[in-house]
């Protein structure tokens, strides 16, 4: 069965950094093409980062992963107000279960 479980979430200022991870158990992540969603209070959830990056994020965000420790990161520079959201990760066509997620929250 496939889980993913995401961390790495918490308060930070307007300005500042922070990586998120994502393991992945019961499936191979070389095998997919991975990516990383969010949904803001009260929106609706969007990609983020995949083999795109949504234009809100460009430049700012970066995707990586570690097969060997099947594992998705997500490191986020220059955190501003409006990047607050639960942030998932899944594959891009969004086939696994969706895990819990990890809350961001940019904030003075």
């Known amino acids: 069965q496939v889980q993913l479980v995401e961390s790495g979430g918490g308060l930070v200022q307007p300005g500042g950094s922070l990586r998120l991870s994502c393991v992945v158990s019961?499936?191979?992540?070389?095998?997919?093409?991975m990516a990383w969603y969010r949904q803001p209070p009260g929106q609706k959830r969007e990609m983020v980062a995949g083999?795109?990056?949504?234009?809100s994020v460009k430049g700012r965000f970066t995707i990586s992963r570690d097969n060997a420790k099947n594992t998705v990161y997500l490191q986020m520079n220059s955190l501003k107000p409006e990047d607050t959201a639960v942030y998932y990760c899944?594959?891009?066509?969004?086939?696994?279960?969706w895990g819990q997620g990890t809350q961001v929250t940019v904030s003075s």
């Open positions: 083999t795109k990056y949504a234009d």
């Open positions: 019961g499936r191979t992540i070389s095998h997919y093409l």
């Open positions: 899944n594959n891009q066509w969004e086939t696994f279960p």
